[in-house]
């Protein structure tokens, strides 16, 4: 059996691009940036970023298109997929790979409750301005020694 699996959460680095297929089905393509933090050998903390393309289709493309905007956070779940093609001008082969995600979930809207998520395309309302809980990480490295079992 095989897997081909993607979950990113991140932020949007543009603004959504919406278009039509031929067919008339919706399409919106965007980045999002993820990031990584560690300490390297001397205990500098060190961090990167990743930016992933993502392609979403149907009425969830309509929906991320209408209420996300750069610098959102997005959950992406969904499958990765590398296509190519031919460069008119200069005749090159090119390759891009993305997520085609199949499920979305919009992040926390400013620092409060999401403004509405979104799953499988359907919209959720807003569930009021909540308290967001965060989880506090510890700067320390873990020990796999001090782990008791």
């Excluded at 949007?12 to 940036?33: H, I, Q, Y």
């Excluded at 009425?59 to 992406?76: C, D, F, H, N, P």
């Excluded at 997520?99 to 403004?115: E, L, M, N």
């Excluded at 395309?121 to 807003?126: D, R, T």
Aim: charge should be neutral; include cysteine.
């Amino acid at each position: 059996m095989y897997l081909n699996k993607a979950i990113v959460i991140g932020n949007l680095t543009r603004d959504p691009e919406l278009r039509s297929l031929p067919s008339g089905v919706k399409v919106c393509s965007f980045s999002l940036a993820t990031n990584r933090v560690w300490k390297d050998k001397n205990g500098a903390r060190q961090e990167s970023a990743d930016y992933h393309n993502i392609v979403v289709f149907g009425r969830q493309a309509e929906t991320v298109a209408q209420y996300m905007k750069k610098g959102s956070s997005m959950l992406i779940e969904g499958r990765m997929q590398t296509r190519s093609w031919e460069d008119k001008t200069s005749g090159e082969k090119k390759y891009r790979t993305e997520i085609v995600a199949d499920r979305t979930q919009f992040g926390p809207k400013g620092g409060a409750s999401s403004g509405g998520q979104t799953t499988n395309g359907k919209a959720q309302p807003a569930t009021g301005s909540e308290d967001v809980d965060t989880i506090e990480y510890p700067e320390e490295d873990i020990n796999p020694e001090d782990i008791p079992f």
